[in-house]
């Protein structure tokens, strides 16, 4: 069965700061890694997504993949209140087109 | 204005009842997928399809149904042999490419509760 593990949080940081979120998967050839953002009672919003090793900067977001080490994350520059959420991970599934598995997702809360 | 739409919002349930949760989108994506997600949980997949008149079972296919018998739409159908179906009901929509997984884009939801 493969996975994909999160720290459930929650995570407290303060404005300004930054947030960091991390994901590790077991599927090793696993091609696609994505980030959403999650608010209560909602439904997930994707924010980020990455294919290949290193570094993609959009905005106040960066996601950082590390496939040798299996192992995705997210940092929030500047972080804002309005960044208190759910964040989700998710991840192909190699051997069945077309599926993602998510993680349970990490609670962040910016505290003013 | 292009997304995904998902009715009723709100939706409840009697035991022994069927009911269908509409799921409609506008991207001419050619995959779809629904979701459950449970309180404080991730997303589980229940059903996929790729094409229409195709659809696979996902990983919590027991007491759903599904059909695709257009490209925009997608309804679930919980049954009766579902023990256990409060939750929330996500569907979600990607273009459908073999060589890399690409990014869905999740509608509204709809929460469902058992009387």
Known sequence: QKEVEQNSGPLSVPEGAIASLNCTYSDRVSQSFFWYRQYSGKSPELIMSIYSNGDKEDGRFTAQLNKASQYVSLLIRDSQPSDSATYLCAVNEYSSASKIIFGSGTRLSIRP | ?115
């Open chain 2, 1 to 115: 204005d292009g997304g995904i739409t998902q009715s009723p919002k709100y939706l409840f349930r009697k035991e022994g009842q069927n009911v269908t949760l509409s799921c409609e989108q506008n991207l001419n994506h050619d995959a779809m997928y629904w979701y459950r997600q449970d309180p404080g949980q991730g997303l589980r997949l229940i059903y996929y399809s790729q094409i229409v008149n195709d659809f696979q079972k996902g990983d919590i296919a027991e007491g759903y149904s599904v059909s695709r018998e257009k490209k925009e739409s997608f309804p679930l159908t919980v049954t009766s042999a579902q023990k256990n179906p409060t939750a929330f009901y996500l569907c979600a929509s990607s273009i459908y490419s073999q060589v890399l997984i690409d990014e869905q884009f999740f509608g509204p939801g709809t929460r469902l509760t058992v009387l």
